[in-house]
């Protein structure tokens, strides 16, 4: 059974940091790409960013690169998102998730979710 739990969630001004992490159990965790998605209100979910599995590609939505940094540790079964500059645009409901084979690079890439981690921007 997959389990996907996000933390680090919060209220940050524009222009501040957080970093988001995502613990996962299930089987073996290096052998999967993990991913962040979000979801702000009243749009559609989407893809933000993927790491493949030895941590050696990761990918990127054009609106965070530069700004977002994903990472993982295979050895704590934990994937990381660390978010700078912030914007008010970046409000949105954070979600980990793991994809379904090679492939990070595409909301339909992946298959398990976490409940989600809410990210406000705010002055």
């Known amino acids: 059974q997959v389990q996907l739990v996000e933390s680090g969630g919060g209220l940050v001004q524009p222009g501040g940091s957080l970093r988001l992490s995502c613990a996962y159990s299930g089987r073996t965790f290096s052998s999967y790409a993990m991913g962040w998605c979000r979801q702000a209100p009243g749009k559609e979910r989407e893809f933000v960013a993927g790491?493949?599995?030895?941590?050696?590609?990761?990918s990127y939505v054009d609106s965070v690169k530069g700004r977002f940094i994903i990472s993982r540790d295979n050895a704590k079964n934990t994937v990381y998102l660390q978010m700078n500059s912030l914007k008010f645009e970046d409000t949105a409901v954070y979600y980990c998730a793991r994809a379904r084979g090679l492939s990070f690079t595409r909301l339909n890439d992946y298959n398990y979710w976490g409940q989600g981690t809410q990210v406000t921007v705010s002055s």
């Open positions: 790491i493949g599995g030895n941590g050696g590609f990761t």
